[in-house]
T-cell receptor
Framework: KNEVEQSPQNLTAQEGEFITINCSYSVGISALHWLQQHPGGGIVSLFMLSSGKKKHGRLIATINIQEKHSSLHITASHPRDSAVYICAVRSWKDDKLIFGTGTRLQVFP | DSGVTQTPKHLITATGQRVTLRCSPRSGDLSVYWYQQSLDQGLQFLIQYYNGEERAKGNILERFSAQQFPDLHSELNLSSLELGDSALYFC?????????FGPGTRLTVL
């Protein structure tokens, strides 16, 4: 079993829809990262969380440390949000990043 | 633009060869991380350097080595290349644990 699990693996949406991507982890962490990888391959860090909730524009990330679960929400989705979204946790034991397998999102006009 | 640069962007080579990938971190960042992203394994942490010293090691093969130089740029050396080493190699630098990724080097081993 992977230490970081994401769901769904693939997601398609119509423009304007509200989107949720989930991440569950099984290790003790000091922080959780949400990353975005565009088709060209580049990776952008969206959020780093250790508790609570963060918002940036149409993106919202939440984390529940007790339940070892995080969600990434996209409000009013747009075709330019089409990308792979990757959850990564920083292990408190050795400070290394452990990555989920990613969620491929396609938003159609 | 994250401020992290990687060269080359693409590299095509043959099995058994040796290559060097280069990374320059953001100005002021002391930490450099190397990651490998292959189709079947996803993103995996390889190694971290902090101010010239190795800080943490992940799933890095013995055929691979890295170093960080006094000007803080880093190089990842891959030797005795195999077909399975074909992947995207990213470096990232960090400040206060937030990571900034370079554009990656796409390595193709034929």
């Amino acid at each position: 079993k992977n230490e970081v699990e994401q769901s769904p693996q693939n997601l398609t949406a119509q423009e304007g829809e509200f989107i949720t991507i989930n991440c569950s982890y099984s290790v003790g962490i000091s922080a959780l990262h949400w990353l975005q990888q565009h088709p060209g391959g580049g990776i952008v860090s969206l959020f780093m969380l250790s508790s609570g909730k963060k918002k940036h524009g149409r993106l919202i990330a939440t984390i529940n440390i007790q339940e070892k679960h995080s969600s990434l929400h996209i409000t009013a989705s747009h075709p330019r949000d089409s990308a792979v979204y990757i959850c990564a946790v920083r292990s408190w034991k050795d400070d290394k990043l452990i990555f989920g397998t990613g969620t491929r999102l396609q938003v159609f006009p | 633009d994250s401020g992290v640069t990687q060269t080359p962007k693409h590299l095509i080579t043959a099995t058994g060869q040796r290559v060097t990938l280069r990374c320059s971190p953001r100005s002021g960042d002391l930490s450099v991380y190397w990651y490998q992203q292959s189709l079947d394994q996803g993103l995996q942490f390889l190694i971290q350097y902090y101010n010239g010293e190795e800080r943490a090691k992940g799933n890095i093969l013995e055929r691979f080595s890295a170093q960080q130089f006094p000007d803080l740029h880093s190089e990842l050396n891959l030797s005795s290349l195999e077909l399975g080493d074909s992947a995207l190699y990213f470096c990232a630098s960090s400040a206060l644990n937030e990571q900034f990724f370079g554009p990656g080097t796409r390595l193709t081993v034929l």
